[in-house]
């Protein structure tokens, strides 16, 4: 298994030299989804709360210490309709690619439609984006 990681760009120690693997288009989905998994984020809330009408969002994003890592997989994602990424320094020296309410639906849509019967997937952050679907659609 160590060697079929390496021979598709994973290495050890990855933290500085952490590069997008060559997948094949049909399976990109999925390496997406396993890494918001593991080093991705699904914030649900409201904004402009002192306001009249509060206004509900949806903010995504993937965490690394690679900039030129999240600025690949901005590019990749790009190809399969997920724009408008933002990448900021986060704290020390991690970085962060963020979405906002409408690519953070597409994100979603990109990494659990077509699942079939795979249940490859971090359930609590699904359930949060399908939340945030069930009340943006009541309140729109």
Not at 58 to 66: A, E, L
Not at 106 to 126: D, H, I, P, W
Request: hydrophobic fraction near 35%; charged fraction near 25%; charge should be positive.
């Amino acid at each position: 298994m160590c060697d079929d990681l390496r021979n598709i760009g994973f290495n050890e120690r990855k933290t500085e030299s952490l590069a997008v693997p060559n997948i094949p288009k049909k399976y990109f989905n999925d390496f997406v989804r396993g890494y918001f998994d593991g080093d991705g984020h699904v914030w649900v809330g409201y904004i402009h709360k002192e306001r009249k009408t509060k206004t509900l969002v949806i903010n995504t994003g993937f965490t690394s210490c690679s900039k030129e890592f999240l600025e690949i997989l901005n590019k990749k994602l790009k190809i399969f309709g997920v724009s408008k990424g933002a990448i900021r320094q986060g704290n020390g020296n991690s970085y962060r690619l963020t979405f906002s309410i409408l690519s953070s639906l597409k994100l979603c849509n990109f990494m659990y439609n077509n699942l079939g019967s795979s249940k490859l997937f971090l359930e609590r952050k699904k359930i949060r984006f399908e939340k945030f679907i069930k009340k943006y659609a009541a309140v729109a």
